[in-house]
């Protein structure tokens, strides 16, 4: 018996942590530091330390997000609701507590500016959670600016200022951001029921969707730039990595109008995400 609790305990922990989330955040971290800066970095123990440290902090991000988000889950997606089912709340906090300054303190095995960059991120991932994510866009722009500082920290680490690394972060920091939108859209219902301020319910559905125009249209441009005037990178590159998954994406959310198409279109960004990542490898 105490064997099956425990596996339902690791089931109820990785679902609440967001494991595959985690996987792709240190995955992210790994190919950044072996294509961009040198692949012998992947025996670099600092590296290991960053890694874990920094998903440590996401892992506490995600469970005090689900803390506080409780009574709004169990109307949008039920079957997903761990707290206070199968893990109380009160050792919620306290994982959240022990996940959040474990990331810190390991921080300072690096450097005390990567322990502070993780305690920043660790007291945003909270701020969010208990108050910046039922307020129109500013949320949606904290966790998409930490999903950037997760790659810029590979920079951080070695100190090489390399230009695709800042290009690689806005490319996550702009996807992450459609997508924070994109799941606002997707759990309208519950937020609304809950007195939520997101973009959706104080915008409407159709001038969200204009905003995620103007994102996706800035988000390219942006990218352009940054490759044009310091990467270089072919052109066959960003067709095939950037430009057919985010013109494939626009088309379904222009005729997106369903719970169930908003959480396709979740599910989309975090594919071009993974895609992106791994293009990296692509990279001469």
Not at 13 to 35: E, G, M
Not at 183 to 208: A, H, S
Request: aromatic content about 16%; overall charge positive; charged content about 15%.
């Amino acid at each position: 018996m105490s064997n099956f609790r425990f596996k339902r305990f690791l089931v109820s922990f990785a679902r609440l942590t967001r494991v595959w989330n985690l996987f792709i955040i240190a995955l992210a971290q790994y190919l950044t530091a072996a294509f961009l800066i040198d692949f012998s970095t992947l025996l670099d123990h600092r590296l290991f330390i960053l890694s874990v440290s920094t998903v440590m902090v996401a892992a506490g991000g995600y469970i005090i997000n689900d803390y506080y988000d409780v009574k709004i889950d169990l109307i949008n997606k039920p079957d997903r609701v761990v707290i206070g089912k199968s893990i109380t709340r009160r050792y919620a906090i306290l994982y959240h507590t022990l996940l959040s300054m474990g990331g810190v303190f390991l921080g300072l095995f690096l450097s005390w500016k990567i322990a502070a960059v993780n305690f920043a991120c660790a007291s945003l991932l909270w701020w969010y959670s208990a108050n910046l994510k039922r307020r129109p866009f500013i949320g949606n722009l904290v966790v998409a600016l930490l999903t950037g500082v997760a790659i810029w920290l590979v920079d951080s680490l070695y100190k090489t200022g390399h230009m695709l690394i800042i290009t690689y972060a806005s490319f996550a920091f702009f996807i992450t951001l459609i997508r924070e939108i994109i799941k606002d859209m997707e759990d309208l219902k519950g937020d609304q029921t809950f007195g939520c301020q997101t973009l959706p319910i104080v915008w409407g559905m159709r001038k969200t969707k204009y905003l995620i125009y103007l994102i996706v249209a800035v988000f390219l441009v942006t990218i352009v730039l940054l490759n044009h005037y310091y990467n270089n990178l072919p052109i066959n590159y960003f067709v095939v990595f950037l430009f057919v998954p985010m013109f494939w994406f626009l088309i379904r959310l222009a005729s997106a109008d369903t719970r169930k198409d908003y959480t396709w279109l979740s599910g989309f960004c975090k594919i071009i995400l993974v895609l992106g990542i791994f293009s990296m490898a692509f990279i001469d």
